[in-house]
């Protein structure tokens, strides 16, 4: 079987056959979800704004038209 199969036989025994449980998730876990994924997702937007200049940069030369073709057409 491949990983595909296995992972999806094991899904479907999880919620299907297996009773549900009387579980809960303590109030503290949002807290610290917060205190983990926060400073992540600020540091990677912290690091867009210090290089959005490149970033930008890089983006318009991969759609912009090569200085080939505009050197070109002023030829014409």
């Known amino acids: 079987m491949n990983f595909a199969t296995v992972v999806s036989l094991l899904l479907f025994i ?6 549900s449980a009387d ?6 876990t949002g807290g610290f979800f ?3 994924v926060a ?3 600020y540091g ?6 210090v290089f959005w200049k490149r970033i930008t940069g890089y983006v318009s030369g991969l759609f912009g038209k090569n200085k080939e ?4 057409s ?3």
């Open 14 to 19: 999880n919620f299907v056959i297996v009773p």
């Open 74 to 76: 002023e030829k014409e």
């Open 34 to 36: 917060f205190q983990t």
């Open 44 to 49: 990677i937007l912290g690091v867009i704004v």
């Open 23 to 28: 579980a809960y998730i303590d109030p503290n």
């Open 39 to 41: 400073p992540f997702v």
């Open 69 to 72: 073709q505009d050197s070109s």
